[in-house]
Every structure is written in structure tokens, then in C-alpha cells.
């Protein structure tokens, strides 16, 4: 099938400006934020240290009693010793993408293994459905997310309109019905695990893992997801 792509900022009714043979699909991009701050880049560190070196030239100097007061502060019976959380989790070590305790320093995305629409046989996807009665397409993406994993009461969409869109034309060859698949994002709310269902397998990815899932549609995909 023949693919056409861009970005989406229409809302209203606009969405459904289409011929009787079209199909309109919602898919949920379903994402989990980062949990620990991810590392910082390299050069982001050396012009940090540089910064820091060079307001130490410049900084007032304080008499030394002030400073042995200044230094009695805080201490006390309320000293905690602290220490960070690993960066590594066990998942990342046996490399299980079936768990989100995984690339905590990272965004995660879901994908479901099955058939879906315009395809025949199994394929990775995201959750999606067609749009069939539904209110809006914001309705049919809450509904398509819902049917891989129940309540939605751990999940925020973000916003009502689709953060993007693709169009798939038919070819010669393949008289299926030309898609039209509008993508909404959705974000995991204080949850660690879902009963992910209706699906031959799922996996949770990282933006890189995912365009290899999908290299004809990398580039599209690529510009869309904003990491």
C-alpha cells in the first residue's frame, strides 16, 4: 500500500472529510515518561563544570567565623542518609521489554502484536480501532486503548485533537480500502504494570527500538515522536 504522511493540528469535523471507501483509524500512542532524570549529555556537563569554574573566580569571599556558624546549620537528629535508586534494573539486565521497570532514564512506548487494520496477518502495532459510533476520534482512541488494557484509570490523554496522521492508499494490486490512521497520545499515571490483552505478544520500547520496529515509516514516525 502506498503511504501518504503529515502532522495533524485540524479538529472538528474536518477529521471525517472522506470518501465512503475510506477507513478511519485511531491509534493510541500509549507512553511512560521517564522515572529517573536521564543522564546528561557529555558536552551539557563540561560547559556546566566550565560555568562553575569560572563564577568560582568571581565569588565573594565571607570571613572565616561566618563560615564555621554557616557550617553548624542543619545538623542535628534529622540527617538522612541518602542514597540514589539503581539506574540499571533487573529488567534492563535480562533486557525484558515485556516489563516497564526498563530504559527508566527513558520514554517507553507500547506495541501489541496481532492483526490489525489493512493488515492480514499478525504485525506489531499500536493499540487501535476503528472508528465505528464513537462521539469523536478522542472517544475511539480511549476505546482502542481500553480493549488491550481495561481501566483506563492509570492512563492521561493528552488532549482531544491527534498529534498526527498517515495516510495509506491502496495500489493496483490491493483492492483494500484506503486508512486513514490518526495518532493520539496517552501517558501511564502512577502505575508500574497493565493486563495488556487481545494481543498475540506486546513489548515496551524506547523511540530507537521502536523505528526499527517500523523502518518503512521511520522518517514519518521519527518527526512525530518527540523524546
Given at each position: 500500500?502506498k ?23 485511531a ?22 563544570e566550565f ?44 533486557n525484558?521489554?515485556?516489563?516497564l ?32 459510533s ?11 486503548l481500553e ?39 496517552s ?41
Amino acid at each position: 500500500m502506498k503511504m501518504q504522511r503529515c502532522c495533524s493540528s485540524a479538529i472538528g469535523k474536518r477529521w471525517f472529510f472522506s470518501s465512503n471507501n475510506d477507513k478511519i483509524v485511531a491509534s493510541v500512542l500509549f507512553e511512560r515518561l521517564p522515572v529517573v532524570v536521564p543522564k546528561i549529555d557529555p558536552t551539557v556537563y563540561a560547559f556546566q563544570e566550565f560555568s562553575f569554574r569560572w563564577r568560582q573566580q568571581y565569588r565573594r569571599e565571607y570571613p572565616e567565623s561566618f563560615l564555621k556558624k554557616s557550617d553548624t546549620r542543619g545538623k542535628g537528629d534529622y540527617q538522612i542518609d541518602y542514597k540514589p535508586a539503581p539506574r540499571i534494573s533487573e529488567a534492563d539486565k535480562t533486557n525484558d521489554q515485556r516489563s516497564l521497570q526498563r530504559a527508566l532514564d527513558k520514554r517507553l512506548y507500547l506495541l501489541v502484536h496481532g492483526t490489525t487494520q489493512g493488515s492480514g496477518k499478525p504485525v506489531w502495532h499500536f493499540p487501535e480501532k476503528a472508528y465505528e459510533s464513537e462521539e469523536n476520534l478522542r472517544k475511539c482512541a480511549e476505546s482502542a486503548l481500553e480493549s488491550f488494557i481495561g481501566d483506563l484509570s492509570h492512563t492521561y490523554f493528552v488532549g482531544n485533537a491527534p498529534m498526527g496522521h498517515m495516510v495509506m492508499q491502496p495500489t493496483e494490486d490491493n483492492k483494500i480500502p484506503s486508512i486513514k490512521r490518526f495518532f493520539f497520545k496517552s501517558q501511564v499515571i502512577a502505575a508500574n504494570k497493565f493486563d495488556i490483552r487481545k494481543c498475540d505478544d506486546f513489548v515496551w520500547v524506547t523511540k530507537d527500538e521502536l523505528l526499527e520496529y517500523f523502518p518503512e515509516q521511520a522518517e514519518f514516525l521519527n518527526k512525530m515522536i518527540i523524546s
